[in-house]
Every structure is written in structure tokens, then in C-alpha cells.
């Protein structure tokens, strides 16, 4: 029952990346019926087993932050959207649970990672089909497009998350026929996620590539010199082939970053912080309730920042509570050894780009990459007590070999 559980939960990330593309009616998105598929069998294993693993500080810590969202029920400004935000924390606050329950090993955390890339490769192809048949992502923009289910900027944050992923399973691989494989795709994705997002024209899914790609640069050096210039000369070649396929509308969209930051709007963004900033300051301490910050602002819009929305929503108690989680979650991808920790601070750093101009608090590739951090570092931890104690063997009376008591020591 658990080898089931395990291979639904990789079925459930590989979906996360096109969660909103496929829609059963009266069930909601396949996402969710599969969700609620592992949460059942996970359920039934606990059952069956009697065990669970411990839950860490940072799922305490999640646990009170979906609680005071539900507590906000009782002073939400639109109630409806405020228990529609709940059951959706509830599903994220499981996710992460069971994601720590079940992947206790380093293979098991390497096939989510995997799971994630290779259900990115669907957005990117879902893209590329609308691009080949002319379907744009709205009237309003004529010339960018997306994958089925996702607008352009929410695809382009789940693509420049899964470069650095990508990278990181390509470069650990193990030499095997099975990893050359995998290695192949995850290198070839690196150029696949960056046409995709080119042909969406998100400005500020550009940006939240930047670390993705100094980290790349960055880690050349863990390949042989021969490695590098082959693997260099694909990506570049890769790009320069593709270039040409990507309309100039996309370019001479993204050309305008710079004089959008200038200006100060941001495509309309800053007007809308501006709202967001008014709102929390009539209701610093407890928020307008989750959920509500599309009710509470007169443009009648959400945040488009991440941690405004929770301060608005959740007020100061909230954002702490938010903050709590994210300070957890960056000590831990901190506390591992450096290329782990590199890889992981990466990934964390390009969230933190890419949801300030998104309103992703209650999205599933927050938490799955949140949880996935935590995960790491507990098998970092293992590994440290597992070469300690080969190192220093424990004889029978407690001690390590060679160690003696000196009284003088007491």
C-alpha cells in the first residue's frame, strides 16, 4: 500500500505543473481528484501501519498558519471566497504533510524532483501546440500564448522553477543507461522552458529566471572540462536554433522591462499595492480575511505580490506566521551541504522573484518546493548521523570506540 501511495503522490506532482488543464465535471481538476486519491490511500497505509512519521517545526508552523486563516472566517469580507481560500490551504497543508511522511529517502526526493520537470515538459508542449495553431492566450494579447489551463505569467514561474531542478538532476546524475537517459531530458528542458516562456512574453517571468540560470553558471565546474564545452555549445546552439521561431512581438515585449520598471507601473501592479497598502493599514492586526483581497480593493483585483496579499488577507498576525514558515524553510536549505544548499536557495530565491508579482500563497508549487526543501535537509541530517556513527562505532556500553571515561573530566 505505501509503494501505491508513493507512485500516486509522483502522479500528483507530475500534474502540479499543469494542474489546471484538465477539469472533471462536478470534481473540480484532475489535480485535485488525484490529491484526494493519495490522501485516501496515505490515510489507509497510517491506518494499516499504525505509523507516521514525526511532523517538523515547519509543519507545525504551517498547521498555524492555515489555522488563523480558517479562524478568519469570522471578520472575512467575503466569506465565500474566505472558505473557498480554506479548503485549499487544507489541501496544500496536506500535500506537504504527506510529502514528508513519504519520501524518506534521497531516491524517493529525486523522483519527486523528476516528477516535477517531466510535468513541466506538458505545459511547455500544451504552449507550443496553441503557438503552432494560433491560439493566444486572450483577445487582449494577440501574440502570447500558453499552455491549456494557465496564463502566461503562472506558467512562466512553474517553468523558471523547473530550470534549476532540471539542471540539478542532470548534473548529480548517476553514470548508468537509465540516468543518461534522464540526463539528456533534463539538459534538453533548459532550452524547452526558456522557449515556452518567450513565447508567453512575461516580463517578469524573465526575471525570476536570472538566478536560475547564475546558478547554472555557477556550477559548471562540478563537469569535466569536456563536459562543459559539449554540454555549452548544445544549450547555446539549442537557443540560437529556436530563436528564430519566437515572434518579435515576444521580444519587443520583454525589450520594454526596463521602461516599465522605470515608470513605476509595472503593468499596472503598483496602482493596485497601492490599494493593497490602504487596505492593511484600515485593518493592520487581523487582515480582511483570507481569500478577500480581490473584495477589499476598489480595482477589484488581486494582489499580484504574494506576501502583500497575505499581509492584507491575514493582517500582521498572518504575515508573521507566513514569514515564520519562509525563515524555517531558508535555514533549512542553508544547513545543507553546498551544493544542496546552493541548489535549493536557488530555487527559493526564484519563488521569491517570481510570486512578487504573483498572488501564489495558496498555489500547490509553493508548497510542494517549500515541503521539498525540508525533506532534503532531514536526509542531509541522516546522512550526517550516518557517517558519525561509522566513524565513531558505539560499543556496548554506550561508548565510542577508543572513548574512555576520566573522572577527572566530572
Not at 63 to 80: E, H, P, T
Not at 204 to 210: K, M, P, R
Not at 271 to 296: C, K, N, Q, Y
Amino acid at each position: 500500500m505505501h509503494t501505491v501511495t508513493f507512485w500516486l503522490s509522483l502522479i500528483l506532482v507530475f500534474m502540479i505543473p499543469w494542474e489546471n488543464s484538465v477539469v472533471i465535471a462536478g470534481l473540480g481538476t484532475l489535480t485535485r481528484v488525484t490529491g484526494l486519491l493519495v490522501t485516501a490511500f496515505w490515510g489507509v497505509t497510517v491506518v494499516a501501519t499504525g505509523r507516521f512519521r514525526k511532523p517538523h517545526p515547519f509543519h507545525l508552523a504551517v498547521y498555524l498558519f492555515v489555522l488563523w486563516n480558517v479562524i478568519s472566517v469570522f471578520w472575512s469580507v467575503d466569506v465565500d471566497w474566505t472558505v473557498t481560500r480554506i479548503q485549499t490551504y487544507f489541501q496544500v497543508a496536506g500535500l506537504a504533510y504527506i510529502l514528508w511522511d513519504l519520501y524518506t529517502t534521497p531516491a524517493a526526493l529525486k523522483a519527486g524532483l523528476q516528477a516535477y520537470v517531466l510535468g513541466a515538459y506538458v505545459s511547455i508542449g500544451s504552449t507550443v501546440a496553441n503557438y503552432l495553431a494560433g491560439n493566444a492566450f486572450s483577445d487582449v494579447d494577440p501574440h502570447r500564448y500558453s499552455g491549456a489551463g494557465l496564463n502566461t505569467v503562472d506558467l512562466a514561474l512553474i517553468l523558471a522553477l523547473s530550470i534549476p531542478v532540471a539542471w540539478h538532476l542532470a548534473v548529480s546524475a548517476s553514470n548508468n543507461k537509465k540516468s543518461d537517459v534522464l540526463r539528456l531530458v533534463n539538459y534538453a528542458h533548459i532550452p524547452a522552458a526558456l522557449f515556452a516562456m518567450l513565447l508567453g512574453a512575461t516580463r517578469a517571468g524573465l526575471i525570476a529566471t536570472v538566478p536560475a540560470f547564475l546558478f547554472i553558471l555557477g556550477t559548471f565546474t562540478r563537469l569535466k572540462l569536456s563536459s562543459r564545452v559539449l554540454i555549452f555549445a548544445a544549450l547555446i546552439g539549442a537557443l540560437f536554433a529556436l530563436q528564430p521561431l519566437v515572434p518579435q512581438t515576444s521580444f519587443d515585449r520583454l525589450a520594454t522591462t526596463g521602461a516599465s520598471i522605470a515608470a513605476g507601473d509595472l503593468g499596472g501592479r503598483v496602482d493596485i499595492w497601492r490599494e493593497g497598502i490602504a487596505v492593511f493599514l484600515e485593518h493592520p492586526l487581523l487582515g480582511v480575511g483570507s481569500g478577500a483581497f480581490r473584495t477589499a480593493v476598489e480595482s477589484d483585483k488581486i494582489a499580484h505580490n504574494t506576501f502583500l496579499s497575505v499581509l492584507v488577507e491575514g493582517g500582521i498576525v498572518g504575515f508573521v506566521l507566513f514569514v515564520i514558515i519562509l525563515a524555517i524553510t531558508v535555514y533549512q536549505a542553508r544547513r545543507q551541504p553546498k551544493w544542496d544548499s546552493r541548489f535549493w536557495l536557488t530555487v527559493l530565491l526564484v519563488w521569491a522573484v517570481g510570486v512578487s508579482s504573483l498572488t501564489w500563497e495558496h498555489r500547490k508549487p509553493t508548497w510542494l518546493f517549500l515541503s521539498l526543501v525540508v525533506v532534503s535537509a532531514s536526509l542531509s541530517s541522516q546522512r550526517d548521523e550516518s557517517t558519525l556513527r561509522s566513524e565513531y562505532p558505539v560499543e556496548p556500553f554506550g561508548l565510542p570506540n577508543g572513548w574512555k571515561l576520566d573522572p577527572s573530566d566530572y
